[in-house]
Nanobody
């Protein structure tokens, strides 16, 4: 079994900052790409930022220059530093990872339960 657990969400005023973290744990052999997605009420889930195991990153246009994704491969952790937050960033943010477990020796997709980020104007 592999679990992803997010933390760091909350309520912040526009212009403020938050840092989200996600830890992958369990029967892990290897972690490939890790990413953050978000879903606002009434909208489809969208990719916010993604980072490969080699450190290559890509971002949604709406967050470029404000959000930074990073990871600690030794700890199977991915972080999302969010600065200059806007009300439109309000959403449930979920962690995603492509993980090879020791049980299957295959890469599968895993998701965390999500953490709420609310930005007030």
């Amino acid at each position: 079994q592999v679990q992803l657990v997010e933390s760091g969400g909350g309520l912040v005023q526009a212009g403020g900052s938050l840092r989200l973290s996600c830890i992958a744990s369990g029967s892990i052999r290897s972690v490939a790409a890790m990413a953050w997605y978000r879903q606002a009420p009434g909208k489809q889930r969208e990719l916010v930022a993604r980072i490969t195991d080699g450190g290559s990153t890509n971002y949604a246009d709406s967050v470029k220059g404000r959000f930074t994704i990073s990871r600690d491969n030794a700890k199977n952790t991915v972080l999302l530093q969010m600065n200059s937050l806007k009300p439109e960033d309000t959403a449930v943010y979920s962690c995603h990872a492509n993980v090879m477990s020791t049980m299957t020796s295959m890469f599968d997709d895993y998701w965390g339960r999500g953490t709420q980020v609310t930005v007030s104007s």
